[in-house]
């Protein structure tokens, strides 16, 4: 119970007592999914209620932002920063961690929120897709916090630092009842593809743009994976 009152403590702003230590989750960050699940399911339940498409697409994304703190959305445009900057790789580090808001910022955290918006508002069930695109988006996070080298000291290094290769194989494993869903499994498994996708690519980019991944990375990962899946079964 520790390891998953700190890895919600983490991942949400759900009032869970006294913060626990974050080595508990940092031991098993290939939880991560079981999050996804949790904040899926607490999102879900009161877009159930909303008959109208549009409505309840706006709510889910305005809900999934709310319960997660805005905290991977912040990391989201910290990249967006990064990733628009140009210069060599110290000037877009720069750029990725200091604290003003640039025009990357806005610019990715706009594409990425109307991708996720539009995603859901077209897909076949808008509560499937909640969940699978959540719990995809965090397995996003345990692929870069195993796989992704850190370029300094930062919470990516210290949960990195106990992060093992195999996790990301566990936390796909726990991936799996995603096709428990009423939902095609061609669109599940092109949601996993997506998922293992996304994570890849971000890694690739990250290595040559900044020498590494830091913690903004990884939570943009959650927000860009979360929101293509979403799309990607809309479209499938």
């Given at each position: 119970?520790?390891?998953?009152?700190?890895?919600?403590?983490?991942?949400?702003?759900?009032?869970?007592?006294?913060?626990?230590?974050?080595?508990?989750?940092?031991?098993?960050?290939y939880l991560y999914p079981i999050a996804g699940y949790i904040?899926?399911?607490?999102?879900?339940?009161?877009?159930?209620?909303?008959?109208?498409?549009t409505i309840a697409a706006a709510v889910a994304v305005a809900l999934l932002i709310l319960v997660t703190g805005a905290h991977h959305f912040d990391g989201l445009m910290d990249f967006g920063d990064g990733l628009m900057a140009h210069g060599d790789k110290e000037k877009r580090i720069r750029a990725l961690t200091d604290r003003n808001v640039g025009a990357g910022a806005v610019a990715l955290a706009l594409i990425i929120t109307l991708l996720l918006f539009a995603g859901l508002q077209e897909s076949a069930s808008l509560i499937s897709a909640i969940i699978i695109g959540e719990v995809c988006g965090k397995f996003s996070m345990a692929f870069l916090t195993a796989y992704g080298t850190p370029?300094?000291?930062?919470?990516?290094?210290?949960?990195?630092?106990?992060?093992?290769?195999?996790?990301?194989?566990?936390?796909?494993?726990?991936?799996?009842?995603?096709?428990?869903?009423?939902v095609d499994p061609i669109k599940i498994f092109g949601?996993?593809?997506?998922?293992?996708?996304?994570?890849?690519?971000?890694?690739?980019?990250?290595?040559?743009?900044?020498?590494?991944?830091?913690?903004?990375?990884?939570?943009?990962?959650?927000?860009?994976?979360?929101?293509?899946?979403?799309?990607?079964?809309?479209?499938?």
């Open positions: 119970m520790k390891t998953l009152r700190s890895l919600l403590q983490f991942t949400t702003t759900l009032p869970l007592g006294k913060p626990q230590d974050l080595e508990h989750f940092a031991r098993h960050s904040i899926g399911a607490l999102v879900a339940l009161p877009v159930f209620f909303i008959t109208n498409t370029f300094h000291e930062g919470m990516q290094s210290y949960l990195h630092g106990y992060s093992q290769p195999y996790f990301p194989a566990i936390s796909f494993l726990l991936c799996l009842p995603l096709l428990l869903l009423p949601a996993f593809l997506l998922m293992i996708i996304c994570p890849a690519l971000l890694l690739a980019v990250s290595r040559r743009l900044f020498g590494g991944v830091n913690g903004d990375v990884v939570g943009a990962s959650n927000e860009i994976t979360r929101a293509l899946v979403v799309v990607g079964i809309a479209l499938i």
